[in-house]
């Protein structure tokens, strides 16, 4: 017989989440990781407690529910990872027009808020612009309510075209690069699902359909690659079909080498300026979301043995800076309860690919300092909070492809 080695296997997930909930998508993305394949999991029960069972052990056994998941993990992350990851996390992603910033390159703005855009040509000259134009409108709906983040001024909306909106009376005079977001209500809870197809060998393939991100990692220490690892749960629906292995994408793998951290400056909505370079000390970083998908919620009465929808409730974020002890700077923050804003900018070697995270709005909430006759350390935990303006991460994906999350 002819056992099966794992280093044969391959995973690939769909581009764009599911048109419902636990309808299977196009798979359209290949990488690599080192995670084990998905699996199903049921839950059973049996007869051993019910009245009238003559004999001690039961001689039934039924399945009550399936659900699908596992890990995901990838020692070398590349753009094309982080964005499908984080806007799955997400839920909401703003692709800009080829070519930006540079020839043949996207910007892919990923937020945990409601789906945010610049107005007009991001150029940053500042100046006025008294039409509402914005990057892309794909994935906006076709009618709905705009809201700039700095006034909170209202409009409604009823059409569209490529990056312009129709219907709407503006009322303010906008500056260029303004962040204009369209209203959600607070009750969101939905999250996009996607589909994933494990390939275990041979002729041996598992697709999972309902997948959805419960939680997502990035992180890095000197010397290595940044990397990622995260947490998938599926609905349990699996189907064994004979998709090819889509085209790998030859992306650079990010390095902490290229990348830069800097503290206490200036986040617009679109860039960060003035911080204080950190790089010097910083010995590492992990930052990580998590949504909250208890399992019993996404069961719905009449829908079988799996679950029939993807909602979360509050979603949490971590993040902790490992630094070599210089001075009382970082210290001083944690007592003195300073707000602070962070960039953690993961910059490609070569070319525009690059995921860049921002934090508008941190507090350090503890400082031990560790080392004894070594190098001193000091680990800075961070609660990461929300903005009023800008909302509590941003993460900027750039990269040469297009068409993420919304189908």
């Known amino acids: 017989m002819a056992t099966k080695r794992g280093f044969d296997g391959w995973r690939a997930i769909s581009k764009v989440e599911e048109s419902s909930y636990d309808t299977d998508a196009t798979i359209a993305s290949t990488f690599r990781n080192d995670a084990d394949p998905l699996n199903v999991a049921v839950e059973l029960v049996d007869g051993t407690d019910l009245v009238g069972t ?5 001689n039934e056994q039924d399945i009550l529910s399936k659900s699908g998941g596992g890990s995901e993990s990838l020692p070398r992350l590349r753009p094309n990872e982080a964005a499908l990851y984080l806007a799955y996390l997400f839920g909401n992603l703003n692709q ?10 996207y910007t892919h703005t990923i937020t945990p808020g409601p789906v945010s855009y610049l107005t007009s040509a991001q150029d940053g000259s500042g100046a006025a612009v008294t039409t509402l134009n914005v990057e892309d ?4 709906p076709s ?6 983040a700095a006034s909170g001024t209202e409009w409604a909306y009823t059409g569209k075209t490529a990056t312009t909106f129709t219907g709407v009376s503006i009322t303010d005079t906008m500056l260029d690069d303004a962040l204009v977001s369209l209203k959600q209500p607070d009750n969101d809870y939905s ?3 996607f589909t994933v197809l494990d390939y275990i060998g041979g002729t041996y393939k598992k697709q999972f359909s309902g997948c959805l991100m419960q939680s997502f990692e990035i992180a890095a220490d000197r010397k290595g690659f940044i990397r990622a690892a995260g947490a998938i749960t599926a609905s349990g629906t699996i189907s064994n079909p004979s998709t090819s292995r889509p085209t790998e994408l030859t992306e650079v793998y990010l390095k902490i080498g290229d990348a830069n951290v800097n503290i ?9 300026t003035s911080g204080t370079d950190i790089n010097a000390k910083v010995k590492g970083f992990r930052w990580s979301g998590e949504n909250d998908i208890p399992d019993d919620l996404n069961y719905g009465v009449g829908g079988g043995q799996v679950r029939t929808k993807g909602e979360r409730l509050r979603r949490r974020q971590s993040l902790q800076v490992m630094l070599e002890f210089e001075d009382m700077t970082e210290q001083d923050y944690v007592t003195s309860q300073t707000a602070l804003n962070l960039e953690i900018n993961l910059a490609g070697a070569t070319g525009s690919y690059a995921v860049n995270l921002y934090f508008p709005q941190i507090k350090f909430n503890t400082l031990p300092v560790s080392g004894g006759v070594g190098v001193l350390m000091t ?12 909302g509590s991460v941003t993460a900027v994906v750039i990269n040469q492809q297009v068409d993420y999350l919304h189908a």
């Open 137 to 140: 409108t794909s994935s906006w």
């Open 54 to 58: 003559e004999a001690e052990a039961a």
């Open 264 to 272: 206490g400056g200036t986040w617009n909505g679109r860039a960060f």
């Open 143 to 148: 009618a709905g309510t705009l809201v700039t």
């Open 191 to 193: 999250l996009p699902s």
């Open 96 to 105: 800009s027009p080829i070519n930006e910033p540079a020839s043949g390159y």
């Open 379 to 390: 680990t800075l935990d961070a609660a990461v909070q929300q903005n009023a303006t800008y």
